[in-house]
């Protein structure tokens, strides 16, 4: 810190100074200080990506300032317009900030070579998808590629991969179609290797269980529906975020099989 200070002492105008100053300084928990010489550091040159991306932060993080961090995040991606990882930090900010699901997939689907370099990006374009209805768009992405476990991101894979079949199974019952139904709740609940993650054996799939008693139904299959719809309904517990969570939205079909019950 003494020394990036002496530094500034003697070359005020050193952007970079200011810069690393404030990296050091943010890392220090002097947050207020950091964005002070980030600022300057861009005011003395406005051509530094990096800086304008770390000003994003602070501003949305530290200041709680919404659209100081959007105009900081801009310049960010429009001087450095092939970095992945800046371009997944600003649809991150972009979902924070209550940006329209519709304008983060246009954007997305825009920049499709940056989204291929990234699991993360990759899966929130298919979740993207899947809110608009394009299921299909989606479980092909998520088929395209290996995955490789990340922290943070346990679960999300998998999540995106099961919304999907959930989804085209939907249609398929929509259109009085069990066995294609059922061909996509079966490969729900056995995801491919290539996701890099499987089910937990304390994780809840009422939700599962519950589309795949309607299909059986639909198909003819009374006793399979019926125990599996009870799995379903009888269900407590959901594994989620590293620990077992009593009540989940798992807990949502459970409950919608027994008012179906009348209990």
Same mark, same amino acid.
């Given at each position: 810190m ?11 105008d050193?952007?970079? #100074? ?13 947050? /207020?200080e %950091? ?22 932060? !602070? ?5 709680h %300032?919404?659209?100081? %961090?959007?105009? %900081?995040f801009?310049?960010?991606?429009? @001087? ?6 800046i ?8 979902k ?8 983060? $997939?246009?954007?997305?689907?825009? *920049? ?8 993360? $990006? ?18 092909? @992405? @998520?088929?395209s ?7 943070? !991101? ?6 995106q ?7 085209? &199974?939907?249609?398929? $019952?929509?259109? *009085?179609?069990?066995a ?14 290539? $996701?890099?993650?499987?089910?937990? =054996? ?10 795949? !008693? ?7 299959? =009374?006793h ?8 379903a #309904? ?5 594994? /989620? /975020?590293m ?5 989940s ?5 459970? &409950? ?6 009348g209990?």
């Amino acid at each position: 810190m003494l020394l990036f200070e002496e530094v500034i002492r003697r070359h005020p105008d050193d952007a970079r #100074a200011h810069y690393y100053l404030g990296n050091f300084l943010y890392d220090r928990k002097r947050h /207020q200080e %950091a964005i002070t010489h980030w600022e300057r550091s861009v005011e003395l040159d406005p051509a530094f990506p990096t800086a304008w991306r770390n000003l994003g932060f !602070g501003y949305f993080n530290i200041l709680h %300032a919404t659209d100081k %961090a959007i105009d %900081a995040f801009r310049p960010a991606r429009e @001087l450095s317009p092939d970095d992945a990882r800046i371009l997944y930090e600003y649809d991150q900010l972009l979902k924070r900030t209550g940006e329209s699901p519709d304008s983060r $997939l246009m954007q997305l689907q825009e *920049h499709a070579e940056l989204v291929s370099l990234r699991d993360d $990006l990759s899966i929130e374009l298919a979740s993207l998808l899947n809110s608009a209805t394009m299921p299909r768009a989606a479980l092909d @992405l @998520l088929l395209s590629r290996r995955f490789q476990p990340w922290e943070g !991101g346990e679960g999300q894979v998998l999540a995106q991969y099961v919304r999907s079949h959930i989804l085209l &199974a939907q249609v398929a $019952l929509s259109d *009085h179609d069990a066995a294609i139904a059922l061909e996509h709740l079966n490969a729900a609940n056995n995801p491919p290797e290539s $996701l890099s993650e499987t089910r937990h =054996l304390l994780q809840n799939r009422s939700l599962i269980d519950y589309w795949l !008693g309607k299909s059986l139904k639909l198909n003819g299959d =009374l006793h399979a529906a019926i125990k599996v719809l009870e799995r379903a #309904a009888r269900s407590i517990g959901d594994f /989620q /975020q590293m620990q077992v969570q009593e009540v989940s939205d798992m807990t949502y079909w459970s &409950a919608r099989l027994w008012r179906s019950w009348g209990d």
